[in-house]
Structure formats: C-alpha cells, structure tokens
T-cell receptor
Framework: AQSVTQLDSHVSVSEGTPVLLRCNYSSSYSPSLFWYVQHPNKGLQLLLKYTSAATLVKGINGFEAEFKKSETSFHLTKPSAHMSDAAEYFCVVSGGATNKLIFGTGTLLAVQP | NAGVTQTPKFRVLKTGQSMTLLCAQDMNHEYMYWYRQDPGMGLRLIHYSVGEGTTAKGEVPDGYNVSRLKKQNFLLGLESAAPSQTSVYFC?????????????????FGPGTRLTVL
C-alpha cells in the first residue's frame, strides 16, 4: 500500500527566507512523487514530479525537491520565499497501471512581509 | 486548448435532490478521475475511468455514480444528495506513458466545483 505524510499542517516564513515543506512517503515499490500547489479558491497546479531520473527535481517558480530513498522523504524547498508563494501544498504519491494518486493532507504556507 | 473544464462552478442543493457534474477534457487523455476535497483531508478519489465505457471505484465511492460515454467527458452523479457530500469536487485527466518502472503520468486538474448540500 502507498501513503504519504506531510509533517506540518501550517508553515509560516518571512518573505525572502527559505521554505521547507516536509513529506515522507511509504510505498511497496519505487514510487512516483509529485508536489502540487493550490492557491485560494483555485485548482491544483503541478509544481514538480519525480519519476526516477534524477533525485533532485527542479520545478516551477524556483521550487525543488530531493528524493531520499534511505529516509523515504521528498521535501520541498525554495531558497527565498515570495508573497505569491502563499498557498496550500500537497505531496502526492502515485503508481500502478491506473495512475491513481494518493494525496497528503496538505501544508498551508503563509508568507509574512 | 481549454485543458480540463468543469461545470457548474458552484451549486447549492437541498437534501435528497439529484445533480450531475460534468468534466470535459480536450487533451485526448485516456484516464479521468473525480476527487473530493475536504478541509484537513487532502483530495480523495471517488471514481475513475481508464477509458471510454469503463469506470471503477476509488477510495470514497458511496453515494456517487459516474459515466464515461465519450472519451472526453466524465460525469459524476449524486442521486440523493446528503449534507455529508458538501465539498469541493475536482476532476482530473491523464494519459498513460510507460516509464519502465510502472506506469504513471501527470494528472491535470480542473478548476473545481463547490457543492453545498443543505
């Protein structure tokens, strides 16, 4: 069975400081992992995805995530937060023939001026 | 391309009423999905379809039915709405690209439908 755990439900940072959103996964086989972002009252947008090519994955808007198999983690980072980064972020695992996604419960990122 | 579209965007129902949510995609995707999003629970899969004429149950299928009569459309029906079905509903689609490590690809999401059942 697959699952994903987002370790923080809320994260608050100041503009210009680094962002770290933590995600651990569980999978009985090598997973595909995604980070999606949802701005208030909007749909979901793909930030980045890991599908085994490189362990450090770069996404849009300066975000990146590192796949660490030994730690079963896929943390999302950004060197410098911007006000427009305030949103909810979902870590997602998928796999199998039907491409079903398993979502984490989300991390709400607040960016203070 | 419009991508994935959903209609309606908002709806208020009374308990016991029925309605159908429409999802349409113009990317020729084989796979389509319906999710519901509730506070603190992320998105949960209701039903999905791996091709025209096929449907399957997801994690939370009770109280919902679906149909995929055309490849580009995926309908979600509520036969007798209940307050517990108050939620935001998202449709998504993807096509299958075999990666050699299982089969997976990006899902593209619609803008959502906010449903309130009184």
């Amino acid at each position: 069975a697959q699952s994903v755990t987002q370790l923080d439900s809320h994260v608050s940072v100041s503009e210009g400081t680094p962002v770290l959103l933590r995600c651990n996964y569980s999978s009985s086989y090598s997973p595909s992992l995604f980070w999606y972002v949802q701005h208030p009252n909007k749909g979901l947008q793909l930030l980045l995805k890991y599908t085994s090519a490189a362990t450090l994955v770069k996404g849009i808007n300066g975000f990146e995530a590192e796949f660490k198999k030994s730690e079963t983690s896929f943390h999302l980072t950004k060197p410098s937060a911007h006000m427009s980064d305030a949103a909810e972020y979902f870590c997602v695992v998928s796999g199998g023939a039907t491409n079903k996604l398993i979502f984490g419960t989300g991390t709400l990122l607040a960016v203070q001026p | 391309n419009a991508g994935v579209t959903q209609t309606p965007k908002f709806r208020v129902l009374k308990t016991g009423q029925s309605m159908t949510l429409l999802c349409a995609q113009d990317m020729n995707h084989e796979y389509m999905y319906w999710y519901r999003q509730d506070p603190g629970m992320g998105l949960r899969l209701i039903h999905y379809s791996v091709g025209e004429g096929t449907t399957a149950k997801g994690e939370v299928p009770d109280g919902y039915n679906v149909s995929r009569l055309k490849k580009q459309n995926f309908l979600l029906g509520l036969e007798s709405a209940a307050p517990s079905q108050t939620s935001v509903y998202f449709c998504a689609s993807s096509y299958l690209r075999t990666s050699g490590r299982g089969s997976t690809d990006t899902q593209y999401f619609g803008p959502g439908t906010r449903l309130t059942v009184l």
